[in-house]
């Protein structure tokens, strides 16, 4: 009886190093296949960012609500849209027919035409708050899109559907 134990004993201990041992060798393999995985997603965005990458995140963030409370819309106008010094600076150009400034009437017109409902653009910002902005700063907008006119200049970043 007591060689029968000891034999138990032995060969529990000989089990428990081999689980030990594929254990390790199993935590390894996950930790090896998240790193994979992370370099692969991270290739991924830089060859397509709306690929599959974008669309993982974009799960992650499906639950995420639209603020629409005005105080709050306000706090994130301020933040997107913070008031700056204008900067000068001068770019020659050659003469070009000259394009009329677009008036305070037209950039509300435009303003009113944006669908409050509509999905935001690759910005992700909710048109209500674009709006709110515009409403609350008209001035400001009205001197940048005039300046980019005049100057013919846009950002790449205005220029991508």
């Given at each position: 009886a007591a060689s029968t134990k000891g034999l138990r004993e032995a060969m529990l201990l000989g089990l428990e190093v081999v689980f030990k041992k594929i254990r390790r060798n199993r935590r390894k393999a996950i930790g090896d296949?998240?790193?994979?995985?992370?370099i692969e997603l991270i290739e991924e965005v830089n060859n397509d960012p709306w690929g599959r990458p974008y669309k993982v995140?974009?799960?992650?963030?499906?639950?995420?609500?639209?603020?629409?409370?005005?105080?709050?819309?306000?706090?994130?106008?301020?933040?997107l849209f913070p008031t700056q010094e204008?900067?000068?600076?001068?770019?020659?150009h050659e003469e070009r027919e000259?394009?009329?400034?677009?008036?305070?009437?037209?950039?509300?017109?435009a303003c009113r035409g944006v669908g409050n409902s509509k999905a935001p653009g690759m910005d992700h910002?909710?048109?209500?708050?674009?709006?709110?902005?515009?409403?609350?700063?008209?001035?400001?907008?009205?001197?940048?899109?005039n300046r980019c006119l005049a100057e013919g200049i846009f950002p790449e970043r205005w220029k991508r559907q």
């Open positions: 296949s998240k790193k994979r995985c992370w995140v974009m799960r992650k963030l499906n639950g995420y609500q639209q603020p629409t409370c005005p105080d709050q819309l306000e706090k994130i106008v301020k933040v204008p900067f000068e600076y001068h770019v020659e000259m394009i009329p400034l677009i008036t305070h009437k037209e950039l509300m017109q910002i909710p048109n209500i708050a674009l709006k709110t902005a515009i409403q609350t700063a008209p001035q400001m907008f009205l001197d940048m899109y």
